[in-house]
């Protein structure tokens, strides 16, 4: 079974702190993505990764970066939080021969 | 009060009806379709898929079926059980990278 784990279920953060999510794969996929879900908005990719140290831009990545550093490891980073980034974070992944995309099991951020 | 974006469509049935979710799609490009349960609290979990050369496929108490003359794709639930109560989205892959886009879902509740 594919795998995808998260660092933390659950944060609490204060407003202009600087804030790592860790996601971690165990099937060797190349492709990464981090996700932010919102009630009425859905699932908004903010960044992908197709291999290691590569990186794409996806809908919403003002205020995000990421890290890609290994290939099992993709890191999201709040360079300085704020309240209206309050949201599930969802990491996922999949390899090249197949389009599913598999999910962990999110991480619920608040930024006070 | 409240945008009405922020409701998601729901179904309500009874345990053991049959249920149908339905997801209409925006690109007749789309060649692969994806159905996620995600239940309160967790990430998205894979349920079945299916390739627009097909129109019908079939699980385990679930079916996808694809209509690509209107774009609608529906997903069926036979005997549906209270386990089943999650919100049910549906996804299409119309990009070489991988990228999914998600529809909204809806909000599954099976009465016992």
């Known amino acids: 079974d594919v795998k995808v784990t998260q660092s933390s279920r659950y944060l609490v953060k204060r407003t202009g702190e600087k804030v790592f999510l860790e996601c971690v794969q165990d099937?060797?996929?190349?492709?990464m993505f981090w996700y932010r879900q919102d009630p009425g908005l859905g699932l908004r990719l903010i960044y992908f990764?197709?291999?290691?140290?590569?990186?794409e831009k996806g809908d919403i990545p003002e205020g995000y970066s990421v890290s890609r550093e290994k290939k099992e490891r993709f890191s999201l980073i709040l360079e300085s939080a704020s309240t209206n980034q309050t949201s599930m974070y969802l990491c996922?992944?999949?390899?090249?021969?197949?389009?599913?995309?598999?999910f962990g099991p999110g991480t619920r951020l608040l930024v006070l | 009060g409240e945008s009405v974006g922020l409701h998601l469509p729901t179904l309500s049935v009874q345990e053991g009806d049959n249920s149908i979710i339905n997801c209409a799609y925006s690109?007749?490009?789309?060649?692969?379709f994806i159905w996620y349960k995600q239940e309160s609290g967790k990430g998205p979990q894979f349920i079945i898929d299916?390739?627009?050369?097909?129109d019908k496929r079939q699980g385990q108490r679930v079916t996808v079926l694809l209509n690509k003359t209107v774009k609608h794709l529906s997903l069926q639930i036979a005997a549906t059980q209270p386990g089943d109560s999650a919100v049910y989205f549906c996804?299409?892959?119309?990009?070489?990278?991988?990228?999914?886009?998600f529809g909204k879902g809806t909000l599954l509740t099976v009465n016992p």
């Open positions: 996922a992944s999949t390899d090249r021969e197949q389009e599913t995309q598999y």
């Open positions: 099937m060797d996929h190349e492709n």
């Open positions: 990764s197709y291999d290691v140290k590569m990186k």
């Open positions: 690109n007749s490009a789309s060649d692969y």
């Open positions: 299916i390739r627009s050369n097909m």
């Open positions: 996804a299409e892959n119309t990009d070489s990278n991988y990228k999914l886009t």
